[in-house]
C-alpha cells in the first residue's frame, strides 16, 4: 500500500504513513506504528507459552539463554531430546538458628 492510501479497520478510517515502517495516521492525527506494536505482541505470546509450559517464574525467564537448551539421548531408544535446563531463582531450604 503506498503512503497516503487510507484504509479501515473495524470502522475506523486510517492513512499510511510514509515513514518507511507500517505505521498508519487516524483521524485525530495519531501516528500508530503497526510494526512495533506486531513485535512487542510477539514477545508477550512468547513470554506467556514459556511461563506456561515450563511453569518457570519470571526471574528465571528472563536469566534463561540458548546455553540453557542441553540435549539427553535416551539410553534404551537412543532418541535425541532437547531439554531446558533453568537454574532455580529461589531455594527452598529453610534459615534455622
Request: charged share 15%; proline share 4%; with cysteine.
Amino acid at each position: 500500500m503506498p503512503p497516503g492510501a487510507t484504509f479501515i479497520v473495524g470502522g475506523a478510517i486510517f492513512v499510511r504513513t510514509g515513514n518507511g515502517g507500517a505505521g498508519a495516521r487516524d483521524a485525530a492525527g495519531t501516528v500508530l506504528h503497526c510494526d512495533l506494536a506486531e513485535h512487542r505482541a510477539f514477545w508477550v505470546w512468547a513470554a506467556v507459552e514459556f511461563l506456561r509450559h515450563t511453569g518457570a517464574r519470571i526471574e528465571e525467564m528472563l536469566e534463561t539463554s540458548h546455553h540453557a537448551q542441553v540435549q539427553y539421548r535416551s539410553p534404551t531408544t537412543g532418541e535425541i531430546v532437547s531439554l531446558l535446563q533453568i537454574a532455580p531463582s529461589k531455594t527452598t531450604r529453610s534459615a534455622s538458628s
